[in-house]
């Protein structure tokens, strides 16, 4: 017996209000109704001007595109010397009025711009369109970065973590939604309906998701969650179709073993932290016997790592021509080279993970970015674990354990934030550790 | 048979997040904290810092309140020396990194600090209250306005038209939120439950609130609406307790009759043109035989500028002591006077509203204001419409009718946005020509 | 993160259909109505005619209403000659056919004329009221009996508990159900909607309510729950307006204070025992900390009891003149006099609630009966309980503890239901067996 | 802005009770347990006792089940001998008593088994299945025809079309629903997911179902709709992958080209009709410009007649050998042949659908009998309307339009009900005539 009602009601209206009703143009310019909503006043023609930009966005041509954000960074900037200007007048009275003045002055037209398109029904979908349509350009026209700081500072208050509504997907979830996380599962493809419905309907299968209200049809990020005994060394065990579906009361750990984002257009908008933090919440609440929360994944950039290494170039202890290891194993399907590997390929695997910094002394993996800037240490390296052509073309078929210990992620994240500190389990400290050492000494015998 | 149910599923997360739940504070002060906040990395520890600040500042005396509020505005600024260095160096190189640069600095950080905190569950009602109590600080601390602007410039963002939810409120509506409309009802007030009812479960009434998906418990706005045959001249019979209910089918005409903004917190966004737009497209869709949009209005600035006004001074054409006269009135019950002077007192209203201007060249009536830059006309003036004594001490008991002329609205917001002009029926511009008329004469021969 | 959203979705329909839409009449009488539609075949026409007889059988007079049970209960009833001549037929030949013919012969017409009326959108709810108007008439015509017994077959299968809906009332619950609950409460009157806030809003309060999906807007039965330490003693201490607010989770103990059926024309037809099992399972899953389900009930036939029986008249052991010192306490406020008889007061309740039964060896108390029938015990007496002039009028302020002790249901429930034994507290059973002894030694002395 | 939200919480709790909770058997037999529980007084071991029963008849073996429906009805059957004393003495003297105890005894003890096992949580859709076991026995077992009446007897009462839930079923309905539609489809089978999006999702497609409270999950009946413009001829056309989708509001035909019961359990019980006529209605208030309600249908028993009727034996005016030919069809894809004699074919249809009656009057056709019940008529024949093997194999290819005519429906219904006329459209009769005089004219030239 849950409470209320009244908000499922309440929600029913995001439904009647979620398709982006197109309008017919009157004959202005796309560019001529941007001109003419930002100098509008008031909201009643501005309603159909925002439509009618967003129709006529979705219609341009390539070329017609590039135009348009040239059009946004070049005429919609911020005027530098009235801003000036306006900061020296401010500097010397700070009253409201001319803060006010400063303020307005500071941002870029092009903000209030968006923000008036987005009052239209439906547009916000759209506008996360139009920046995934912006990221594709930006190799190649650097300058539309300063539009797209402007997307991304738009949505990271409009996608606010407090407006996001968390949502578990499951066989029951509708078939339009379940359709997106088949499209968007980007670790672990999703072959099929059924294929789905092995990852959401079992007893022991959970997948979480994030939406925003004005987007209700349409995942942000979800998670995939397998409920197991014990920490978990294989994607391909996960999966298997065969495999024992277990009781969620037997389970004593919650394996993370997919997380996707599904919106290009929200790229540098996080939201994998919190959706963790929620999933980990339901679950200590639901299951209770579950007391270990860790991650299965990939390690996308080992492989490339390697190559480009010493130890690649190198091959020195067992490492061989890895390449033409990882292709000849995928083709052939024979998968004993690897495995005779896995001692040195764990090593590596350490090396990179816990090693390895960027410019800036951050790992250079990704994934092991995410995970450690979230309060989470790395728990364990596994070969032979993600055995798909993709696991083994990007780390030698490699996975690693990121462990969420939910006594220490303060700790962790504070230590990892402030001194880009990697907490790791003993042993991979010692696979580390191992690592270094021998390549230091081969190093010292190169002479290098 | 409407359409699909996952979103009233969705919305049920709304509900389990709602209330913001306190946090024990560990020591630091309140601008510690948001230093704190400010500085951090991640989200982690920022939830915990958001939640202590808002515990924190609702636990604040009034001067530490003012403390607060004096950080935020002093400490929290814009820097603009720094400013100024940024438009130089991105004046001279237009380049995604000088840009990211400027835009930073041109922030107030008290802008990023109300970001950070609103990703606490809960936090933006909160976040709401806190303006609330900052708008009543700001006669006494002037300097708080700029402070002020950045909370109404998030929440313009956050409060988008696209994010709200309209919502139909009625008889079966959860009674927290119709204790809210009792509460919130600005104009004619909800004197008890039963009040309450008549004003929404009778087939001929209506009334339509919008909400924010992150306080779904609170209404931001709302409307109420009769359905009637013909356009009505007086409240009382609109509010009357054994009036007979009619048939939504007969009825012609929708009277928005009250119109309440229900957060203070929010002053300066506007909802007020959203709602009646999406009610009069609801209402068009629903009852077929409405075809007249109308409200009934009071003049609140009425007689104050009749006092003001030389027309009160000189007591012509049947002035008399108006003020006294209210005042008997309404003390006595006996409405005769006021009865005999209607046709002055329409005249009077007709060139108060349609005459007068602010020194913006905008009408002296607030809700005029509202109504003729939403689109509307100005129909009809009715005198003892309002028998109330609110009614009578703000406008002599004078109401009128701002009608919604659906193929017009665009014409008219389009007219008063751009020259200010006052859109009327023939009738009242007779009236307000009459009383201008009137006027010169009068102040012809007074030689002025 | 709870489960799926379609069923919401599914029940949405239930509103549009709830409304039972009258009919106009097309000429013919309510029985010629009846006639028709029990000789009718399908459905088309035969939802015309159940309108038409719904909507005539609310406009009856009372003699009309009369006629037609009359008609029910005599037309439409066995034909006995055809049914001892299929029962016959049946147990030469035990066939399908043989069968079939005996079971439709079997049943009285008006059984089938009933589920027929049933198929129209809202006809339950009317069917329900239309038995309510039978009760009303049975002590005048003892014959309607048998057509009651009909509606009573026909709701137990309508009714069956596997079709109820549980539901949890609260302050967010819509106005129009919480009207209800006020209109229906039966044993403590809810004065207003202030009084209802107080008992479904505080956090260690519960009401919980059955519903039917063919009634979605009208509750059963509900029971109203305070979380408590300790066993409570006054049910004035529970509705007491400035109590404090306790913390579910410092709660030990749930009583039932109040059970209500809301549906007259349901008598008979038992929701309260699969009510109660309910909101202790979900009481249990939802607050850990309680332990103790309990009652606190109230005694409505210990007075009569009294004023009847011996200790009455006798006047013995502190008896007194009961009803004038019950009028007298009323009137006066004074209720001195009954606390000073609270031990003997005590042990005649226990005599009345454990040793005198009926002719069926049942007890006498009608809420004894409910308890001990769904396997609780009695767990203790208190005088001064409930001063309400109710329930001092009814029971001189006494109220009595029904326990629910979760292991030991199962077996209470069989021994009462096999052997009409009460199982109670040892101290109850002390009190009864004194008053007993007492009762006893008087009448031996009485020379009974 | 729809109304109340309520009604979706309250059937949150219908998701809650859905599965069926298997219970550990007690050492008792399933035989053992009915006894008890038809002896057993109260509900508290009552449930325990339905959800054994529930539970070992699931794990029954054949001849288990064989036993238990024989137990149900020769042990559980009605006593002859006691129920005609007791016809007796109620025919002695009609009493309220007299007539309990009769009708107890007239109704056999198995159909209080039955409403008692009905009060476990998610015991309906199980006693569904139970019967849909029972009917594959019937054939063996005649005398089981005695239980089956009593389950149809019940199941009539609780499935009362007053209780049931229509829902549109689309693209946004839950995966698990869907799957449904997919496994229960009878007469056009749904290929996979994509053949099921094409029928739910495009605008111009509607599916349609009801379901019941106890069985939230499986829905009982559906219908799918093709919004058209013009009758359509062809079943293919409709079906067709790349077909142009119509703007429902271009659409002025709304088509019902498939009807499926998905229950077996609930043969007997009728919701055909209802659901027809409640999406006739949705569909009239939903898409103004529908004005023709249509079917396409299957003439599933026309082979068979023909190949039993002189038609098909005397091969006469172009019949040749019809079940060569129509495998031929088949087997080669070549369909001139029946294309040529589509003439003649549809003759023989019209003959067979308006001409043909079985022994109680009715035409042989089971699909025509359900639409003319229903008070539709039939509009058109059309050859080559269903070229899958099904329809060459059942019909040659033809189908048949059956029109509901909102104005006539009442009449035909009436008229079909009380003497089984068959209404067509002019040129079906004319061509219903063709057939029979051709025909009569060859019965005369054969002398018989």
Chains 1, 2, 3, 4 share one sequence.
């Not at 088949?182 to 959970?206: F, G, N, Q, S, T």
């Not at 995970?371 to 240490?377: F, K, P, V």
Request: aromatic content about 8%; glycine content about 6%.
């Amino acid at each position: 017996m849950n409470r209320s009602g009244f908000f499922y009601d309440l929600l029913s209206t995001l439904f009647e209000r979620t398709d982006f009703a197109r309008a017919k143009g009157d004959g202005r310019s796309i560019t001529e109704l941007c001109e003419d909503l930002i100098a509008s006043q008031g909201e009643v023609s501005g309603d159909n001007m925002g439509r009618q930009i967003l129709t006529r966005f979705s219609e341009l041509t390539p070329d017609g595109e590039i135009e348009f954000f040239n059009y946004l960074t070049e005429h919609m900037d911020i005027d530098t010397g009235r801003l000036q200007t306006l900061a020296a007048s401010y500097q010397a009275e700070r009253s409201p009025e001319t803060f006010a003045s400063l303020v307005a002055a500071a941002e870029p037209k092009r903000q209030e711009l968006l923000r008036r398109i987005n009052r239209v029904q439906g547009a916000t979908g759209e506008l996360v369109k139009m920046r995934s349509r912006l990221l594709r350009l930006l190799k190649d026209h650097p300058s539309f970065g300063r539009t797209d700081l402007d997307f991304q500072h738009l949505f990271g208050s409009w996608f606010n973590r407090g407006f996001l509504l968390p949502r578990r997907i499951h066989w029951q979830s509708p078939a339009n939604i379940l359709e997106k996380i088949i499209k968007y599962e980007a670790v672990h493809a999703i072959d099929d309906w059924d294929d789905l419905r092995r990852r959401v309907e079992p007893a022991d299968r959970r997948c979480y998701a994030f939406f925003h209200p004005a987007m209700p049809d349409d995942p942000l990020i979800f998670v995939e969650v397998a409920l197991v005994r014990g920490v978990p060394n294989s994607v391909q065990a996960i999966l298997a179709e065969n495999r024992e579906i277990l009781n969620p009361e037997s389970a004593d750990t919650a394996v993370f073993y997919s997380i996707s984002n599904c919106q290009t257009g929200l790229r540098g908008v996080s939201f994998g932290n919190s959706l963790i933090k929620q999933v980990v919440e339901d679950l200590r609440a639901e299951v209770k016997s579950i007391t270990t929360f860790v991650t299965l994944s990939p390690i996308p950039g080992l492989n490339r790592w390697l190559r480009q290494s010493h130890a690649a170039q190198a091959g020195a202890a067992g490492g061989g021509d890895l390449e033409a290891a990882v292709e000849s194993a995928i083709e052939t399907g024979d998968l004993a080279g690897l495995r005779d590997q896995a001692p040195w390929l764990r090593r590596q695997a350490a090396d990179y993970l816990v090693n390895q910094k960027d410019r800036h002394g951050m790992p250079l993996d990704p994934v092991a970015r995410f995970h450690l800037g979230n309060g989470a240490m790395i728990h364990d390296i596994h070969a032979a674990a993600d055995l798909s052509p993709n696991g083994v073309r990007q780390s030698c078929g490699l996975m690693v354990n990121y462990l969420y210990d939910l006594k220490k992620i303060s700790q962790f994240h504070e230590g990892f934030a402030e001194n880009h500190t990697v907490f790791t389990s003993r042993e991979v400290r010692a696979l580390a550790d191992a690592a270094a050492a021998n390549s230091n000494s081969r190093k010292a015998k190169n002479g290098a």
